[in-house]
């Protein structure tokens, strides 16, 4: 298998520990700001965000006078993350409860929903409610938004919504904002759906505060899990003959088959589902009364398996079986298909193994979210993403590359999520004196100081968002895998491109402002991940920094006379006490100081090429040559933007060749450049021929 990612995590404890209260440290960071009536909760899965809206909601019941709460999520088996917890004998003034009727996502008839939504609306002793999105929507369509006029509704996995008009559950959350008083909590694990469409317009969103809180943060944080794996297995013909070469039965493990309509389904989920039973042993038995199967494995173990494909009536058994698992014992593999993604809880998980790529990001992350949850005796957690090997000689070649790339950019979309943050602080809000915390890039922004937009933006991960906006644009993902475009073309255009639709309130100043730390940003996380010892000039150390992991890139003190952008050679490298350190990024040949990134080195670096090498080890020559075959074939057409940056290249390559680049060479570049001369060769003369109309 090519494990493309390994990060490993310090194990502080930090975000596993409570505090007085009982709150784990996002909890305490998202109840800090229990007085607003907008939040948005930005958290990756596992990092308890479920009761962090316990926390919330029963202030604003008890001391906020709110008269209800209402919880959606957006699917039944969900729903069991707000079941009864006690949170008295943990420090925190109240309980939570749901009764019974009130839960309308436990096992049982959909039939009677909306009218028991509309029931607790009208009792007034009725507190708390958790239901469907679905359930939310329908039930909204018979009441009015001052209906809802104080009361809290809270929205789980909230990149299920969408500003778009067609989006129902959108546009209830537009309706709650401009007629009710009523408060809103939103909470999502990736505030990114996948699609163009924004979740908020900007106007909304800029009325909501923000608690935002990283993978990286979560996991780094954890009393157990220490490593986290991403990695791809390849199989060629049916992945059904591969699959026990990645389904490891001592794991604790969720199995995804692919969708029915996908190019690696055989259409048959039922068959696959007993394919992979046969795969872990011999079945025994299945619990007439939980509809748990017993397999019994080569070695003699008895595997407990859940079946969650096969839609029957004891499927409804197993979902409510599978909400009472309190024992590692309990269940050992769980094989789904459209199920146990988001929101799913099983902290002994180990292993994610899904066949078939994923074109959502969000999915993804979901998927993985569920083998991060801490538990003791889990060290690692693994994903496994089992997906066609793309053949030269098979006809369906473009599709399976096309599929692989979707998911080597997710993979790219992780390693920025699960990289340590990298801060920014304005040089205009600094004291003489001050000094900066490790990962902070300080803004030099004396001249024109940096306007209170663009901090939100940056302090609320506002910079996740552009990164996988950014990532999903079709060129960058052909960036990452092919030498064919230049860094310039991504760095200033695509990245504006990003920014400006997703943030047109700003000006020119500041989106510029904002692709620069964006850029920053993912140049030094690229960098972190692949900076070793021998990388470093004479005299030279790598630290290691308390909440980074082990590969983190940070030099000792340098030569106050030293330039930004500067080269650090063993000159003015001092070796001395770490006390004074400052952190170094190799860009290109050079080592910058990280507090005086040059921007305009960094334009020149393709911040993927990165990924790129890692892949490059990891994969047969073939495979690449593949990928890089299709997407120079599917390549996209040529636009000013990017003929105006690769001008002077142009020039300066037939300055240096007395030639001018070939379309036909076998340097993709050349060829680039090539395209870029017949298009800005081609537009001359349509102006010409305007000219003399």
Not at 167 to 176: H, K, M, Y
């Amino acid at each position: 298998m090519a494990e493309l990612i390994k990060v490993e995590y310090a194990r502080n404890g930090k975000s596993a520990s409570s505090n007085a209260q009982g709150m784990r440290e996002m909890q305490a960071r998202a109840y800090a700001k229990r007085d607003s009536q907008y939040l948005l909760i930005k958290a990756p899965p596992a990092s308890g965000k479920s009761r962090a809206l316990m926390f919330l909601a029963l202030h604003k019941l008890n001391r906020q006078g709110l008269r209800k709460v209402i919880v959606a999520v957006p699917e039944k088996s969900i729903g069991a993350s707000f079941k009864d917890t006690d949170l008295t004998t943990h420090g925190f003034e109240w309980d939570w409860h749901v009764e019974s009727r009130h839960d309308l996502c436990r096992a049982g008839n959909d039939s009677g929903k909306v009218d028991a939504f509309r029931a607790f609306m009208k009792d007034p002793a009725a507190k708390t409610l958790v239901c469907t999105h679905a359930t939310l929507r329908f039930a909204f369509d018979k009441l009015t938004p001052v209906d809802f006029n104080d009361c809290l509704v809270a929205i789980d996995e909230f990149h299920h919504v969408s500003a778009d008009e067609n989006n129902r559950l959108g546009a209830l959350i537009d309706d709650l904002i401009r007629s009710s008083s009523a408060h809103i909590i939103a909470m999502t694990g990736s505030y990114f759906r996948g699609d163009a469409a924004p979740i908020l317009l900007p106007d909304d969103e800029a009325l909501f505060d923000k608690v935002t809180y990283t993978y990286y943060e979560q996991l780094n944080g954890y009393r157990y899990l220490k490593s986290l794996g991403i990695g791809y297995h390849f199989y060629q013909g049916s992945y059904l003959d591969a699959i026990h070469e990645v389904l490891d039965p001592e794991r604790k493990t969720i199995v995804h088959i692919p969708h029915r309509n996908s190019g690696e389904s055989t259409t048959d989920k039922y068959s696959e589902v007993d394919y992979i039973l046969d795969a872990l042993g011999k079945v025994e038995d299945q619990d007439a009364k939980t509809g748990i199967i017993t397999v019994r494995h080569s070695s003699g173990r008895l595997l407990k398996v859940a079946d969650l494909v096969t839609d029957t009536l004891v499927r409804t058994h197993i979902q409510e079986y599978l909400r009472q698992v309190n024992h590692r014992d309990d269940v050992d593999v769980i094989i789904a298909l459209g199920m146990a993604k988001e929101g799913f809880d099983w902290p002994y998980c180990e292993h994610v193994l899904t066949i078939g790529y994923r074109n959502s990001m969000t999915e993804i992350i979901q998927i993985i979210g569920r083998a991060t949850r801490d538990s003791e005796g889990k060290t690692h957690a693994q994903f496994t993403n089992l997906i066609a090997q793309p053949d030269a000689e098979d006809e369906d070649v473009q599709n399976s590359v096309n599929n692989l790339l979707k998911a080597i950019t997710v993979s790219l979309l992780m390693e920025q999520v699960l990289a340590p943050s990298i801060n920014f602080k304005p040089r205009s809000r600094m004291k003489p004196d001050e000094t900066v915390e490790p990962g902070t890039v300080v803004i030099e922004d004396t001249a024109a100081p940096v306007s209170q937009k663009v901090m939100d933006i940056l302090q609320s991960g506002g910079q996740e968002d552009i990164i996988a906006a950014l990532l999903q644009e079709p060129k960058v993902a052909a960036a990452a895998v092919t030498e064919s475009t230049e860094p310039e073309v991504i760095n200033q255009t695509e990245i504006p491109k990003v920014i400006e639709r997703l943030h047109p309130d700003l000006d020119e100043g500041e989106r510029e402002l904002l692709r620069e730390t964006v850029l920053t940003t993912m140049q030094a996380r690229a960098t972190g991940g692949l900076f070793n010892e021998e990388d470093l000039p004479d005299g030279a150390q790598i630290l290691e920094p308390d909440g980074r992991y082990d590969t983190q890139p940070a030099g000792e003190a340098v030569n106050p006379d030293q330039r930004p952008g500067e080269s650090a050679d063993e000159d003015n490298i001092d070796t001395g006490s770490a006390g004074g350190g400052r952190q170094f990024l190799k860009i290109g040949d050079k080592f910058v100081n990280i507090e005086h990134l040059n921007i305009d080195l960094i334009n020149q670096i393709n911040p993927f090429q990165g990924a790129y090498e890692i892949l490059s080890k990891a994969l047969t020559a073939p495979v690449l040559k593949t990928i890089q075959d299709v997407v120079v074939s599917k390549r996209t057409q040529m636009t000013e933007e990017e003929a105006v940056i690769l001008w002077p290249r142009i020039n300066a390559f037939v300055q240096q060749k007395g030639r001018p680049p070939s379309v036909t060479s076998d340097d993709q570049m050349e060829v680039r450049y090539a395209e870029a001369l017949a298009y800005i060769q081609q537009k001359k003369r349509e102006r010409m021929k305007g000219a003399t109309a």
